[in-house]
C-alpha cells in the first residue's frame, strides 16, 4: 500500500524561499509518480507541480513555473519541492499525492494516496 507523508511547512516573508519535502511509503519512488497541490481558505483544491523520477517528467503550473522546482531523490524515496520567490497568494495547505499510475498529470483523480497536508504561510 503506497502511503506519502509530508514536512517542512511554515511561515515566511514575502521574497523568502521554502523547501517542502515528502516521503513515500510502501511502493519504489522510481515505480510511482508524486504530486503537489494546494488549497487556500475559502478555495479549490489546485495542481502545483508532479514529478516521475523514472522518467524525469515534471509539471509545473503555470503560476508556479519558474518560482518552483520539484526534486527528487529516489534513494531516500522522497520528493522536495522548493520554492523560491514566495508570495502572499503562495499561501495555503500543502498536499503531497502519490500516483501508482505513474503518470504525474494535474488531474487529482490520478492519485491514490494523499498526505494529511500541511501549512504555508507567507507574509507580506
Known amino acids: 500500500q503506497l502511503d506519502v507523508a509530508e514536512s517542512g511547512g511554515g511561515f515566511v516573508q514575502s521574497g523568502d524561499s521554502l523547501t517542502v519535502s515528502c516521503v513515500a511509503s510502501g511502493r519504489m519512488l522510481a515505480d510511482i509518480a508524486m504530486g503537489w497541490f494546494r488549497q487556500a481558505s475559502g478555495k479549490d483544491r489546485e495542481f502545483v507541480a508532479s514529478?516521475?523520477?523514472?522518467?524525469?517528467?515534471?509539471l509545473y503550473s503555470d503560476s508556479v513555473k519558474g518560482r518552483f522546482t520539484l526534486s527528487g531523490d529516489n534513494a531516500k524515496n522522497t520528493v522536495y519541492l522548493q520554492m523560491n520567490g514566495l508570495k502572499p497568494e503562495d499561501t495555503a495547505v500543502y498536499y503531497c499525492a502519490g500516483s501508482e499510475y505513474g503518470l504525474g498529470s494535474s488531474q487529482s483523480y490520478e492519485y491514490n494516496s494523499w498526505g494529511p497536508g500541511i501549512q504555508v504561510t507567507v507574509s507580506s
Open positions: 514529478i516521475n523520477t523514472r522518467s524525469g517528467f515534471t
